[in-house]
């Protein structure tokens, strides 16, 4: 397995397995991450994964990088081609379009198809969420139907309310509080995606299936209700 390891000073450094974006590169990563997880190697502070790498934070006071080093490529030399990897299922409830998804009718004419088959075919995908981003909790998503792709905004929105799902490109995704923004805004989930006052705060992770489905205004409303602060 292709693997390369770049020190990040002197308490971090990349293990990077791929080169391009891709389902392949991903089962690695995620691969690698469960055993080091399961491994609890002692002076490990922190996994970051991200599209094709993932960075090891570390005490060098009580682990030895090389040492650390040689722990990680026996690990990696265990993953097999289309090893099994555990990824959970996220279903995310969108109310599309209206106050909540303004974009939508750019996202339409820039298609040319109407609202209903834009929302058909954002739902009809299954997303892997390849790494967490920008803001807390921010998703990178892979698989978006190519046939709704639309470009980013040009200037982008000052503020984009949290929840906010959208589109850039062949890329889809949700903001997870609120922030400047230059995607295009097809909807909004009533769920947070990020709880920092939780022990773990983020409603996704690197390596999660994400399915989106359509509400109504009265599920949004009732979701939102009972979305545990």
Same mark, same amino acid.
């Not at 991903?26 to 994964?49: A, D, H, N, Y």
């Not at 046939?147 to 000052?158: F, L, M």
């Given at each position: ?7 990040? =000073? ?9 080169? #391009?974006?891709?389902? /392949? ?9 469960? %055993? ?14 991200? @599209?094709? /790498? ?9 682990? /030895? ?10 690990? #990696? ?8 990897? /555990? ?7 969108? %109310?599309?379009?209206?106050?909540? &998804? ?22 009809? #995908?299954? +997303?892997?969420? @390849?790494?967490?981003?920008?803001? $807390? =909790? ?27 799902? &959208? ?14 923004? =230059?995607?295009?805004?097809? =909807? ?7 709880? $920092? ?8 992770? #690197? ?5 989106? +489905? ?5 599920? @949004? ?9």
């Amino acid at each position: 397995m292709m693997m390369q390891i770049f020190p990040l =000073g002197d308490s971090a450094f990349q293990v990077k397995l791929g080169t #391009a974006i891709s389902p /392949d590169t991903l089962q690695k990563i995620r691969s690698l991450m469960q %055993l080091l997880e399961e491994s609890e190697i002692e002076g490990i502070t922190e996994l970051v994964p991200s @599209y094709t /790498d993932i960075i090891i934070h570390y005490q060098p006071l009580v682990i /030895d990088f090389k040492l650390l080093v040689s722990q990680i490529k026996k690990m #990696a030399a265990e993953i097999k081609p289309n090893s099994a990897v /555990d990824y959970k299922t996220v279903r995310i409830p969108v %109310l599309y379009g209206e106050t909540f &998804g303004k974009d939508l009718p750019h996202v339409c004419q820039h298609s040319g198809l109407n609202k209903e088959q834009v929302i058909n075919r954002h739902c009809e #995908a299954s +997303y892997l969420v @390849y790494m967490l981003g920008f803001t $807390p =909790g921010f998703c990178y998503l892979g698989g978006m139907d190519k046939a709704i792709a639309t470009p980013r905004k040009e200037v982008p929105d000052s503020k984009i309310l949290s929840g906010s799902v &959208g589109i850039a490109g062949e890329q889809t995704g949700i903001y997870p509080i609120e922030s400047p923004g =230059g995607w295009q805004i097809i =909807g909004r989930t009533p769920l947070r995606l990020f709880k $920092p006052e939780k022990d773990e705060p983020f409603l996704l992770e #690197a390596g999660n299936v994400l399915e989106f +489905y359509p509400i109504n205004k009265d599920e @949004y409303e009732r979701l939102n209700e009972h979305n545990d602060g």
